[in-house]
């Protein structure tokens, strides 16, 4: 595996995660102990550069246990990594954050987040430090919900992630059940391994395009074949795929 799809491997973990992050505070997801597995044991967890919210996954866990119960979103404008060695990498990102008041009006600011991420053997992403300071209010006027947009741009990124790390037998994770399993795996597991293009409608469906690669007697032929996805959500880490029906 190169580099150049070693980095982008690294970069699905860290979008999944973050995708992640922004979700668990805007409705019904996983458990608790699910989304502690995002952090490091010595995660922390800081604003504006200086008042430590939470230092440790117990501390963490507190923090997110008592958190007020509000109707928030969370957009991801931009997110840039630095690769510090083969093991951590800093992270920029800008978050458009908006927040409905109890009296009705509504809130919100520009959001950067300074975040230090650690790669497993596998390249599994997890944070080790989340800093998030407001530098300006939200120009936006009109509140937009991000719960099912980070729902699904988690789902994309993780089923990327496994993928380009030929990772197939872990897609089992993001079957609904071992139907779907089976049928995934009847055009997936060997094919994806050559092209593969992930694009999501305006009716939020996930549409694969697979390029297969057919061997024939007068060479190799090349060929598209499309796939659409239908999600449930389970209120587990991630989406599941309920649904294949070919193009």
Not at 92 to 106: F, G, R
Not at 167 to 184: A, F, P, R, T, V
Request: net charge negative; charged share 25%.
């Amino acid at each position: 595996m190169n580099d150049e799809v070693t980095a982008q491997i690294k970069e699905h973990a860290v979008r999944t995660i973050a995708h992640r992050w922004f979700a668990f505070f805007e409705g019904d997801v996983n458990d608790m102990e699910s989304h502690l597995k995002i952090f490091e044991k010595d995660i922390k967890l800081i604003h504006a550069g200086r008042y430590l919210l939470a230092d440790g996954l117990d501390s963490i866990k507190l923090w997110l246990e008592n958190l007020p119960q509000e109707t928030g979103s969370h957009f991801i404008k931009s997110l840039d990594l630095k690769h510090l060695d083969d093991k951590t990498a800093e992270g920029t990102m800008k978050i458009a954050y908006q927040i409905v008041n109890p009296d009705e009006t509504l809130s919100g600011a520009i959001i950067e987040y300074k975040v230090i991420v650690v790669f497993d053997n596998y390249n599994e992403a997890t944070f080790r430090i989340i800093q998030k300071t407001p530098i300006h209010p939200n120009p936006s006027t009109t509140y937009k919900d991000s719960f099912k947009d980070n729902r699904l741009k988690a789902f994309v990124n993780r089923l990327l992630f496994l993928v380009k790390g030929f990772q197939y037998q872990n897609i089992y994770e993001l079957c609904l059940d071992e139907s779907i399993w089976k049928e995934w795996n009847t055009f997936a597991y060997e094919t994806l391994k050559n092209n593969l293009t992930i694009s999501v409608d305006e009716m939020n469906r996930v549409n694969l395009t697979v390029g297969l690669t057919v061997r024939g007697t007068n060479g190799d032929l090349t060929e598209e074949k499309k796939i659409n996805i239908s999600l449930q959500d389970t209120a587990e880490s991630y989406l599941k795929i309920s649904a294949l029906d070919t193009v």
